[in-house]
């Protein structure tokens, strides 16, 4: 095996690794758990495969990865995808989609996956999905991963299924949501939908648990209930996270919020956009507690406690050393997500501002990559947080969002409203908005030297208005640009 590395999982799993069966594939690796279960995999020395909808997302992250383009919404892209692979690991979630979309595709998914899975003859499937009474009536996202476990479970492939309720680790959203509001909120109300109880696991448990079912055949087709060993309520949660981080909470029952209203005022008050948030909410109204503990029989391992997990996150978060966030995925067949190679016509709104300072390229390109988050917009912050607090206000996802490393960056990592389009070190830093905008955004950063050994720093807004009212947007913040952009190139070259 590779040298152990301490802040692997599953260095004391009790199975035993079995590379020997062939290339595992692992669907949603850019997602939160698909991209904490590949190294977990590599480390483990499997072969591993991963189905991404876009190369460009994971082209530099992992070495030693097969990586296939493939959509599950699109069925001949599966075969090839799923061709000589033994295991499959079914982590696809098109939450992000929302909430008019996500459940309609999250079941053809399911569904093209499962009847290429029995083309390909692959010999298990591995799901990972949610927790949830199947005799009460559910929030459409649990719903939703009950329905993708029985598609997948009719198909000839064993599959085995786990179902989890929150999941507690750095860059989970339910954790950002639970720490945000105990930081923001001095009077907490509960609403009387949130009264129920649920059984959050770590992430580690998580991982350990995908990763064990992969070395213990008798896991193949059987259906698994996963969870820390503590039943808690949501208030009990957010006492816990209060008293973690010193912080004096009071708490308040109330049966007046509805769960729209309580999703808007926690998106304010947290990272996590609205569509998220209030799919989460949702599922609050439900109970979601194991129905047995049936998996310690194959895989007896100790979980972490509540605490427990709180703690690392917490940790990890100090070390800014988060390896996956819940904004890392997103689905590339939305509108936002066209490239600005894509674009078909010439971009007619531009402006550029350039500065040549005799700093090192290396030097100018680490502080590019540190701009947002906790470091800000330098001296026009204030008005970016403006900017940030009126998309929140509108839905968007807003500069609260952050990023997921103060210092680290990689393509489709977020950075406040805008994500990584494309990385190119110590030359070119291209962010996509993902702001509310009547039309779509790109901000790209470039080094280039210059014949007399110094370096031009240069920042180029390019912009495609949607309609009319896209055009008059362009031109009002037009004189608050030349301001922003070249304030931003002066810090730069300044800390740098
Ligand atoms: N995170 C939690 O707290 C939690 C809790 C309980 C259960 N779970 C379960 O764990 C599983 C994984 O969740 P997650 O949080 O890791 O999800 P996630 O971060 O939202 O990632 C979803 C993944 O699905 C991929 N995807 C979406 N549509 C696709 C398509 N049509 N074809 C191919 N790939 C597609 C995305 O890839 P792109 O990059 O191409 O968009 C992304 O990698 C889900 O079943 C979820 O219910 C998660």
Not at 198 to 219: F, H, N
Request: aromatic fraction near 8%.
């Amino acid at each position: 095996m590779n040298q152990i590395d301490e802040n692997l999982f599953c260095n004391d799993l009790p199975s035993k690794p079995k590379p020997e069966i062939g290339t595992i594939l692992v669907t949603g690796a850019t997602g939160y758990i698909g991209g904490r279960l590949v190294p977990e995999l590599l480390a483990r020395e499997y072969r591993v495969r991963v189905m991404v909808r876009s190369a460009s997302s994971v082209a530099e992250r992992w070495t030693d990865v097969e990586i296939v383009v493939a959509d599950a919404l699109k069925p001949d892209t599966l075969d090839l995808a799923l061709k000589g692979v033994h295991t499959a690991y079914y982590l696809i979630h098109s939450l992000m989609l929302g909430k008019k979309n996500f459940e309609t595709a999250d079941i053809q998914a399911a569904v093209n996956f499962r009847d290429a899975a029995n083309r390909q003859q692959l010999k298990r499937i591995i799901y990972l999905g949610g927790l949830g009474d199947m005799e009460t009536p559910l929030s459409p996202h649990l719903r939703s991963r009950m329905r993708v476990a029985h598609e997948l479970k009719r198909g000839k492939v064993p599959t085995t299924i786990f179902r989890a309720a929150v999941i507690i680790g750095s860059g989970s959203a339910s954790y950002e949501i639970i720490k945000h509001l105990v930081r923001n909120v001095p009077i907490l109300t509960i609403p009387k939908w949130a009264c129920t109880k649920c059984q959050p696991i770590s992430i580690r448990g998580v991982i350990k648990y995908l990763v064990g079912a992969l070395e213990v055949d008798a896991t193949a087709g059987k259906l698994f209930d996963i969870g820390g060993d503590e039943i808690l309520t949501y208030e009990q949660m957010l006492r816990i996270q209060a008293e973690i981080m010193g912080k004096k909470r009071f708490f308040i029952s109330t049966s007046l919020m509805n769960i729209g209203l309580y999703s808007y005022v926690a998106s304010l008050l947290t990272p996590v956009p609205v569509p998220l948030v209030r799919c989460l909410m949702t599922s609050c109204k439900n109970d979601v507690v194991c129905d047995d503990e049936d998996i310690k029989k194959f895989l007896p391992f100790k979980t972490l406690s509540y605490r427990e997990a709180i703690l690392r996150a917490m940790s990890r978060e100090e070390q800014d050393d988060i390896r996956t966030r819940w904004s890392d995925a997103y689905p590339p067949a939305h509108e936002l997500a066209m490239k600005l190679h894509e674009v078909k016509e010439a971009i007619r709104f531009t402006s550029s501002y350039t500065l040549e300072t005799d700093k090192s390229r290396s030097s100018l390109f680490r502080t590019i990559c540190q701009i947002g988050g906790k470091e800000g917009w330098f001296n026009s912050s204030i008005l970016w947080r403006m900017r940030g607090l009126l998309d929140r206000v509108l839905m968007g996802v807003g500069t609260s969002r952050g990023r997921r490393s103060t210092k680290q960056l990689r393509i489709n990592d977020v950075i406040d409203f805008w994500r990584v389009e494309e990385l190119v070190k110590n030359e070119l830093l291209l962010l996509r908005a993902e702001m509310k905008l009547p039309g779509k955004a790109w901000l790209k950063f470039t080094v280039s030297p210059t014949l007399d050994n110094n370096n031009l720093l240069t920042v180029n807004a390019y912009y495609q208005p949607r309609n009319l009212f896209g055009k008059i947007y362009w031109y009002v913040f037009l004189p608050f640009h030349i301001f922003i952009f070249n304030d931003l190139i002066k810090e730069i070259a300044k800390r740098s």
